[in-house]
């Protein structure tokens, strides 16, 4: 790859992922600056964003090495784009419960000490449901498609949607796998919260006591959850990453038959040009080109 195609840092940083890491970072330190004594509960929005910090930089680096004559769309991860958008609103719906449940455990505490369960189950569908939407259209984003654009400037990209010229796409094996463990994942947790919840509350099960920033005023006391929260909190992220392996790999393992018999009616300069955007997009795509 040629210097000019290598991307700098700065051009990493788009305008519209510097709005995100704004608005977010001023969320975050107004939740902060109300005294929170444990981390726990922040780390949710955290790791939303984090992730969808993740989908922006890589819709980043796609649209800055496009250009006008790109003969490929690859998603191996579907449209980062929308996975975004997805997570930013549910880490910032989860900043804004954060930010009210602190205020109201400051201003009303006995509202809280009453009503804490019905809070931390709806932060925790908002957690839980930022990830599950990532993965419930998936499979209309992911896929490697081969552009055969007409030269007639009248009907350029006229084959664009094409189904014959996409050479792979989620299998519906994998996609099946991912939509039913995706949707157990996002009832079952939620479920589960909502169960453990009412459970340590009438102190059934074992718990955990967790500060607000107003515990102690007029005698509120901590909120008690349970420790199922500690596997809430690492499985969308977890079971997530395994569904963008499955998907990766679903992707890129082509049929490169397909793409001998799409590109083969094509001319030699083009031929190349699509083998060479191949290789940009991905090194590994070296070993199974072998066009004449």
Known sequence: MSIKNRLQFKELISESLLRDLILFSFLFIL???QNWDSILLLLFPLITFIFALFFKMIDTVRQESKTEDTLIIYNPLGSEKVSSHRLNFSAFIQLILLFWFGAESLYHPQ???????????????FYTFGFYSVFIDLWKYSKLEIIIENFDAKNSRKDHDNLDNVISFL???????????????????????????????????????YILPGTGFENSEPIKLSFIIYAIIT????????????????????????????????????????????????????????LE
């Not at 479920?191 to 099960?205: S, W």
């Open 111 to 125: 509202l809280i000490d009453n009503y804490y369960i019905y809070f931390i189950s709806i932060f925790i569908f």
């Open 171 to 209: 299998k519906m094996k994998s996609f099946k796998i991912i939509s039913i463990i995706n949707l157990l994942v996002f009832i079952i947790l939620n479920a589960l919260n909502i169960l453990f919840a009412f459970l340590t509350f009438d102190e059934i099960m074992p718990r955990f006591e």
């Open 235 to 290: 499985t969308p992220p977890l079971i997530s990453i395994a569904f963008l392996i499955i998907n990766y790999k679903d992707i890129n393992n082509f049929s490169e038959e397909k793409l001998n018999k799409i590109v083969s009616s094509l001319p030699k300069g083009t031929q190349n040009k699509i083998i060479e955007n191949l290789i940009l997009l991905n090194e590994n795509f070296k070993n199974k080109l072998r």
């Open 31 to 33: 939740v902060i600056a």
